[in-house]
């Protein structure tokens, strides 16, 4: 949780919002005990989400563009947006009808979940990280991150895509709509953002992911509830299934951001142009060993 914590202090969050850094510890530790150990949305994801996204910070220099409790609300969302995440995805939670989705009414449980969890956090004074913090601000930050947080549900992303495709010509970080869309959106690069890691990093986090999702499916098909086609160990290969995603979800959304911020052409897009090209050459083999024992 140190490196956590440095992020916060590093953005001046620690004297600009008066956070007593006991209370920080505190708050990053409840986040750690609400993590589970599963293969994928665990702690570490949690990590990587919430350094990709303080390095987007950065390397964006959103600091000068954006007010400080802006950056709270997408650094602390990141830090929150798979608390308690079970390893079941949201078409699970509502097939087999879950106490999750009884409770949210099939709208996005998953998310809903994990801030419900991150403000009960919250709610706790001794992990509370705005307690001194005015009503007005602490109602702003909650709006932010419920926002946020709900905008990482995966059925939503072309809804958001497409919003922030149709604001961009005239983009104004002045306009509250706009932001709003942007800090979605940053959350969600930093979210599904693997590929643009060094390969050695990327691909392990691919078979983590298909070991959650191959977990899931083997679980649908003894319960009898419908698999998705995706998640099937029968049907998915991870190169095909990678090239996929990359080339009609992440390079799509990762192109759009940097329409706004051209210093991630490099940064982000070309790492995952590589990892494109990685995982095509890694389906021709995989053709090749086919080709050769049906001989
Ligand atoms: C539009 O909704 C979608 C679209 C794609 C996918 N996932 C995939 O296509 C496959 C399994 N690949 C994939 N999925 C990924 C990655 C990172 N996060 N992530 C992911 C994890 C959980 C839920 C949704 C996604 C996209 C990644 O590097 N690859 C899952 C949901």
């Known amino acids: ?24 510890q505190q708050f990053l530790f409840e986040v750690y005990r609400h993590y589970n150990n599963i293969p994928f949305h665990n702690f570490k994801h949690c990590f990587c989400v919430t350094q990709m996204m303080y390095g987007l910070i950065w390397l964006t220099d959103l600091k000068s563009k954006m007010e400080n409790i802006d950056l709270l ?119 599904i953002s693997n590929e643009a890691r060094p390969m050695e990093v990327a691909e392990p986090w691919l078979d983590c992911l298909l070991q959650e999702f191959f977990n899931q499916s083997d679980v649908e098909k003894l319960k009898g509830l419908p698999v998705s086609p995706f998640m099937d160990r029968d049907k998915v290969t991870k190169p095909s299934s990678q090239i996929g995603f990359i080339r009609f979800v992440l390079l799509p959304l990762f192109i759009e951001l940097a329409n706004l911020f051209p210093c991630l052409e490099q940064h982000i897009i070309d790492p995952v142009r590589k990892a494109l090209n990685y995982y095509t050459e890694m389906e021709k083999a995989l053709d090749k060993e086919k080709q050769n024992r049906s001989h």
């Open 1 to 24: 949780m140190v490196l956590l914590q440095v992020m916060y202090t590093d953005l001046d969050f620690i004297a600009t919002f008066n956070i007593e850094p006991e209370v920080l």
């Open 73 to 191: 609300i997408m650094l602390t969302s990141a830090v929150c947006h798979d608390l308690d995440h079970t390893g079941y995805n949201n078409a699970y939670q509502i097939n087999a009808r879950t106490e999750l989705a009884l409770r949210y009414n099939d709208i996005s449980p998953l998310e809903n979940h994990h801030c419900a969890v991150a403000f009960e956090i919250l709610e706790t004074r001794e992990s509370n990280i705005f307690r001194n913090l005015s009503s007005d601000q602490y109602k702003r930050i909650r709006e932010g991150i419920i926002k946020c947080i709900l905008a990482t549900d995966m059925t939503r992303h072309n809804e958001i895509l497409n919003k922030f495709k149709s604001i961009l010509p005239g983009f104004d970080f002045t306009n509250k709509e706009h932001k709003d869309l942007l800090m979605m959106v940053l959350i969600k690069v930093s979210d």
